[in-house]
């Protein structure tokens, strides 16, 4: 298996653009999750999917960001405007519902806003 | 909202030496994960433990889980310069497939 696939890996914006970051979970996995993951702040959960529809998104800072996950195999994240402050890594990991339930979790997408 | 308190959160160890680093949790989960980011990495899994009294071991490293004292711990034995890396673990808290991370355990070993 892939593994669970991010893009881009790196993305450099500057302050008021539209950023989108891509996830595709490992096949059958049916929860996907995404993560921002920053010096200050350590490892924090954004939002997570179920069976494609969001089942906790108090994770998210504020309404600049939003996320999607239109089919089993794909997943947005989309901040608009971006800021300064948005600089981070952004993890997309995905679980099974059965089994251990571990979560897999992607290269992650290196942000930074000018 | 579980809480999961991971101590120490930096460890600076010799070469061939032992030591344990602790994660206690807040509220009942019957599951706990053990994960290693290295520097500029992802998080990989390392343990997965699914009941009380679960020990696993890979290599150097030993976890384990006491769900009645919401402990887990993970033993490093006769630490190699490779082990560097931070570790974090998560609680599952059985109401749905969110995890509850640490902030993580910096480990560096010195040669």
Not at chain 1, 57 to 80: H, V
Not at chain 2, 1 to 25: A, D, H, R
Request: glycine share 8%; aromatic share 10%; net charge neutral.
């Amino acid at each position: 298996d892939a593994g669970v696939i991010q893009s881009p890996r790196h993305e450099v914006t500057e302050m008021g653009q539209e950023v989108t970051l891509r996830c595709k979970p490992i096949s059958g996995h049916n929860s996907l999750f995404w993560y921002r993951q920053t010096m200050m702040r350590g490892l924090e959960l954004l939002i997570y999917f179920n069976n494609n529809v969001p089942i906790d998104d108090s994770g998210m800072p504020e309404d600049r960001f939003s996320a999607k996950m239109p089919n089993a195999s794909f997943s947005t994240l989309k901040i608009q405007p971006s800021e300064p402050r948005d600089s981070a890594v952004y993890f997309c990991a995905s679980s099974s519902s059965g089994g251990a339930q571990t979560q897999y979790f992607g290269p992650g997408t290196r942000l930074l806003v000018l | 909202e579980l809480k999961v308190e991971q101590n120490p959160l930096f460890l600076s160890m010799q070469e061939g030496k032992n030591y344990t680093i602790y994660c206690n949790y807040s509220t009942t989960s019957d599951r706990l994960y053990w994960y290693r980011q290295d520097p500029g990495k992802s998080l990989e899994s390392l343990f997965v433990l699914l009941s009380n009294g679960a020990v696993k071991q890979e290599g150097r490293l030993m976890a384990s889980l006491d769900t009645k004292a919401r402990l887990s711990t993970l033993h490093i034995t006769a630490a190699v310069h490779d082990l560097s890396a931070t570790y974090f673990c998560a609680a599952d808290p059985n109401t749905g497939n969110q995890f509850y991370f640490g902030t993580g355990t910096s480990l560096t070993v010195i040669p």
